[in-house]
């Protein structure tokens, strides 16, 4: 531990924690002997660090949060596993996030620029992106994978082993049980895609063209004419200049026998979002 960094009296480090000289620790925190906090990072008060967690520059953490838990995962056997957060994150009060498992990938990692919200959850042996948002209530389940600019909405729960591309957007109050191609937006119970997440992508400075080039992409690889897997290779060769469309056929071909892959809503294979300037 560095004298320089800011403790509050009533908190307390354990011997072994490595804390930088510009953190700030705020009141009645408690950080274990394997954490890492470093440069610029503030802990507001209330905060509890666990296990071997390492929280990244520039971070902010509010009261009431628990980071580096034990997974909730009955085949753990209490082997050392970690936690570790990326730069410049905003995580809220009462957020939870748990190490790995000893049987498992054995980490948790998270992503720069993330923020979380009240009370949302990132269970064991997850991967996080960058840019990501979970809002109130937002929980992963163990061994998640969560792409870039990904967002989901408050009171969402996503299924252990899912994974979710880059720029998708899950609605608030829906259940994942199935993996989420990138662009896209899922919303339900038992979520279906209702199209792409086009808002998202134009705030991500992508062209109309390519947006346009993207929505054929996604009507051909959704034909109902044919199986998924026969379209994604029309796909494939058809739309081989488009990058983005690109992500989405690799994304659903490397998904392993145990991902489903959450389809569109029944009649809805279109994308009904508005795509005019």
Same mark, same amino acid.
């Given at each position: 531990?560095?004298?320089?960094?800011?403790?509050?009296?009533?908190?307390?480090?354990?011997?072994?924690?490595?804390?930088?000289?510009?953190?700030?620790?705020?009141?009645?925190?408690?950080?274990?002997?394997?954490?890492?906090?470093?440069?610029?990072?503030?802990?507001?008060?209330?905060?509890?660090?666990?296990?071997?967690?390492?929280?990244?520059?520039?971070?902010?953490?509010?009261?009431?949060?628990?980071?580096?838990?034990?997974?909730?995962?009955?085949?753990?056997?209490?082997?050392?596993?970690?936690?570790?957060?990326?730069?410049?994150?905003?995580?809220?009060?009462?957020?939870?996030?748990?190490?790995?498992?000893?049987?498992?990938? /054995?980490?948790?990692? +998270? %992503? #720069? !620029?993330?923020?979380?919200?009240?009370? $949302?959850? @990132?269970?064991?042996?997850?991967? &996080? *992106?960058?840019?990501?948002?979970?809002?109130?209530?937002?929980?992963?389940? /163990?061994?998640?994978? +969560? %792409? #870039? !600019?990904?967002?989901?909405?408050?009171? $969402?729960? @996503?299924?252990?082993?899912?994974? &979710? *591309?880059?720029?998708?957007?899950?609605?608030?109050?829906?259940?994942?049980? /199935?993996?989420?191609?990138?662009?896209?937006?899922?919303?339900?119970?038992?979520?279906?895609?209702?199209?792409?997440?086009?808002?998202?992508?134009?705030?991500?400075?992508?062209?109309?063209?390519?947006?346009?080039?993207?929505?054929?992409?996604?009507?051909?690889?959704?034909?109902?004419?044919?199986?998924?897997?026969?379209?994604?290779?029309?796909?494939?060769?058809?739309?081989?200049?488009?990058?983005?469309?690109?992500?989405?056929?690799?994304?659903?071909?490397?998904?392993?026998?145990?991902?489903?892959?959450?389809?569109?809503?029944?009649?809805?294979?279109?994308?009904?979002?508005?795509?005019?300037?």
């Amino acid at each position: 531990m560095q004298s320089q960094a800011f403790i509050h009296p009533s908190s307390v480090v354990e011997e072994g924690a490595n804390i930088a000289a510009s953190a700030h620790i705020g009141p009645f925190c408690h950080i274990g002997k394997d954490a890492v906090i470093e440069e610029g990072v503030r802990l507001v008060g209330h905060v509890t660090i666990m296990s071997a967690t390492t929280i990244g520059e520039g971070c902010t953490v509010y009261p009431q949060v628990v980071l580096g838990g034990p997974p909730q995962n009955l085949s753990h056997k209490g082997g050392r596993t970690t936690l570790t957060i990326g730069r410049n994150c905003t995580i809220r009060e009462f957020v939870t996030m748990h190490t790995g498992s000893d049987n498992a990938r /054995g980490a948790t990692i +998270i %992503g #720069d !620029n993330c923020t979380f919200l009240a009370y $949302s959850h @990132v269970a064991h042996d997850c991967t &996080v *992106g960058n840019n990501v948002t979970l809002t109130n209530g937002a929980t992963l389940g /163990g061994h998640c994978e +969560i %792409g #870039d !600019n990904v967002g989901i909405g408050g009171l $969402s729960a @996503v299924h252990q082993f899912v994974r &979710v *591309g880059h720029n998708a957007f899950l609605a608030g109050g829906s259940m994942i049980v /199935g993996d989420v191609i990138p662009y896209a937006i899922a919303m339900g119970n038992r979520a279906k895609l209702r199209g792409l997440n086009v808002v998202g992508l134009r705030r991500s400075g992508m062209s109309k063209a390519e947006i346009m080039t993207l929505r054929r992409a996604y009507q051909t690889i959704f034909d109902r004419a044919r199986p998924v897997s026969e379209n994604v290779e029309i796909a494939r060769v058809e739309f081989a200049d488009s990058p983005a469309a690109m992500k989405i056929v690799d994304f659903i071909s490397a998904r392993g026998k145990r991902h489903y892959a959450v389809p569109p809503l029944k009649g809805a294979v279109d994308d009904d979002a508005d795509d005019q300037d």
